[in-house]
Each structure stands twice: as structure tokens, then as C-alpha cells.
């Protein structure tokens, strides 16, 4: 079952940037560690970004830091993945997902997450 929904990817110039973003309908993740993984064409998933319920806490995968930042809004009960300086390598489909008691070491681990989305396609042209 497809409990997020991603929004906001498209194609874009090297050096430039997206925001993706990422809602729930139906139901709150407001208590719920969020995060953002991709998967490139051939490639397994990877972990991108994570943020911890209250927004406090964020971790970022050593590729992106620097150039990518999350954050949500509960108010809204969406999660958002800001994307500056976007390179080639950067092409990817990007899904979201919500872990439910999750513990710090697990934000990067895929398969401690209990929803997904379907994922939402950025492609970056050189």
C-alpha cells in the first residue's frame, strides 16, 4: 500500500535545483522519523537524508551534505528534501519514507522504514 506521495521532480541543468516534497494523505507521520532514499537506474537504493519527528535532528548521506537539506512542516504533515547544486550523479528516482520507533542507527537503513511512496523522478543533464 502507498502511503506517501512525492512531488516536485523534473529535469534540470547541472547546478541547478529542485525541492521535493513529500505528503501524506489520510493519516499523520507527525510522530514518525521521515526519510529520503534514491535509486539510480542499475544502482541498489540508497539512503539520502533523514529527520527525526520533531525536526531537531537531521543526518545526511556524506554525497549530499552541503548541497541538500530536509525538512518538514507536521502542520502540514509533509517532509521536504531542498536539492541545490544538483549534479549528474544526482539522477535518480527519489522515494520517502516514514519509520515508526526507529532508533538513530537505523535512519540510514532502508528496511527499518514502514511506508513508502512510489517515488518521484529528478534527472539532472550535464
Known amino acids: 500500500q502507498v502511503q506517501l506521495v512525492e512531488s516536485g521532480g523534473g529535469l534540470v541543468q547541472a547546478g541547478g535545483s529542485l525541492r521535493l516534497s513529500c505528503a501524506a494523505p489520510?493519516?499523520?507521520?507527525?510522530?514518525?522519523?521521515m526519510g529520503w532514499f534514491r535509486q539510480a537506474p542499475g544502482k541498489e537504493r540508497e539512503f539520502v537524508a533523514a529527520?527525526?519527528?520533531?525536526?531537531?535532528?537531521?543526518y545526511y548521506a556524506d554525497s549530499v551534505k552541503g548541497r541538500f537539506t530536509i525538512s518538514r512542516n507536521n502542520a502540514k504533515n509533509t517532509v521536504y528534501l531542498q536539492m541545490n547544486s544538483l549534479k549528474p550523479e544526482d539522477t535518480a528516482v527519489y522515494y520517502c519514507?516514514?519509520?515508526?520507533?526507529?532508533?538513530?542507527?537505523?535512519?540510514?537503513?532502508?528496511?527499518?522504514?514502514?511506508?513508502w511512496g512510489q517515488g518521484t523522478q529528478v534527472t539532472v543533464s550535464s
Open positions: 519514507a516514514a519509520g515508526e520507533s526507529l532508533g538513530y542507527a537505523g535512519w540510514s537503513e532502508e528496511y527499518e522504514y514502514d511506508y
Open positions: 489520510g493519516r499523520t507521520f507527525s510522530s514518525y522519523v
Open positions: 529527520i527525526s519527528w520533531s525536526g531537531g535532528s537531521t
